[in-house]
Nanobody, 132 residues
Framework: QVQLVESGGGLVQAGGSLRLSCAAS????????MGWFRQAPGKEREFVAA????????YYSDGVKGRFTISRDNLKNTVALQMNSLKPEDTAVYYC?????????????????????????WGQGTQVTVSS
């Protein structure tokens, strides 16, 4: 089993920055693809960003491309999401997720990582609120 714990959320003004972190425990996740999703009140969960196990491939939703950066540290079993130029529409609960279905595999497409059904483990989420 893998436990994921997100941190780093909070309240920030529009145009500001936040850095989310996801710490994995229970089993090393260095071979897993990792993703960030978010869910705003009254809306469905949506894909934000993902990274392959090696970190060589990254994927972003159109709405955050150029503003957010996903990265990982496989020695520390952590994944980070650097969020810059935040907008009020980025307000949501942000979730970290791990795809443990096929370790050490980088052949998946961006559409694969964008589908939450492919992730086996989820964190509890961290709230991000961007004020206008």
């Amino acid at each position: 089993q893998v436990q994921l714990v997100e941190s780093g959320g909070g309240l920030v003004q529009a145009g500001g920055s936040l850095r989310l972190s996801c710490a994995a425990s229970g089993r090393p996740t260095r071979g897993y693809g990792m993703g960030w999703f978010r869910q705003a009140p009254g809306k469905e969960r949506e894909f934000v960003a993902a990274i392959s196990w090696s970190g060589s491939n990254t994927y972003y939703s159109d709405g955050v491309k150029g503003r957010f950066t996903i990265s990982r540290d496989n020695l520390k079993n952590t994944v980070a999401l650097q969020m810059n130029s935040l907008k009020p529409e980025d307000t949501a609960v942000y979730y970290c997720a791990a795809d443990g279905s096929r370790g050490y595999y980088s052949g998946y497409s961006g559409s694969y990582y964008a589908d939450g059904m492919h992730y086996d483990y989820w964190g509890q989420g961290t709230q991000v609120t961007v004020s206008s």
